[in-house]
């Protein structure tokens, strides 16, 4: 249980282009799902948290109008990155947590994203 | 807001020995501490985590302890074995402005050498 899938798996667009990128929980129901951005061989940053059916709250230096993200439903949130340029190549992970079950949060396989 | 130290950055063990990754936090209401393994490419996968009630905990091989008042936790991985190697994450989750918000460290290369 607990699986968490993006797609796609990998994407590559040209600058000035929007990418979208979904995120669901398969055999759960996320009440929150997380962001992050992941730069080769650095650390995960958090991006932004969705909770279902409210706003995102994004961390400071993360421009909401660039990086739209929609949690519509309990199992689906999507990030869009507005507007790419080749600064925006990342690997971008997204997480899952059903808070009735505690902290724990679950991690999608990731999106690599090249913006040329 | 939060702020977690993680190190050493790389470490590198003999088949057999063991390894200890640090980290530091600064957040005293942080009350989870989840320790992620991510191979290269991959999602990061939980290994074990604690809460600030719990001072130690194990699993087989991997250990994790906590010190509340020093804010520092480890993880402790014995008679490591060439599948071990990864990039290891230690994090802290608290509440920041009425949600919950999770702080990854670094990250530790781990490299078992066979």
């Known amino acids: 249980g607990a699986v968490v899938s993006q797609h796609p798996s990998r994407v590559i667009c040209k600058s000035g282009t929007s990418v979208k990128i979904e995120c669901r929980s398969l055999d759960f129901q996320a009440t929150t799902m997380f962001w992050y951005r992941q730069f080769p061989k650095q650390s995960l940053m958090l991006m932004a948290t969705s909770n279902e059916g409210s706003k995102a709250t994004y961390e400071q230096g993360v421009e909401k109008d660039k990086f739209l993200i929609n949690h519509a439903s309990l199992t689906l949130s999507t990030l869009t990155v507005t507007s790419a340029h080749p600064e925006d190549s990342s690997f971008y992970i997204c997480?899952?947590?059903?808070?009735?079950?505690?902290?724990?949060?679950?991690f999608g396989p990731g999106t690599r994203l090249t913006v040329t | 807001g939060e702020n977690v130290e993680q190190h050493p950055s790389t470490l590198s063990v003999q088949e057999g020995d063991s390894a200890v990754i640090k980290c530091t936090y600064s957040d005293s209401a942080s009350n989870y501490f989840p320790w992620y393994k991510q191979e290269l490419g991959k999602r990061p996968q939980l290994i074990i985590d604690i809460r600030s009630n719990v001072g130690e905990k194990k699993d087989q091989r991997i250990a994790v302890t906590l010190n509340k008042t020093a804010k520092h936790f480890s993880l402790h991985i014995t008679e490591t074995q060439p599948e071990d190697s990864a990039v290891y994450f230690c994090a802290a989750t608290g509440s920041s402005g009425g949600y919950q918000k999770v702080t990854f460290g670094i990250g530790t290369k781990l490299q078992v050498i066979p």
């Open positions: 997480s899952a947590r059903e808070k009735a079950w505690g902290d724990e949060q679950y």
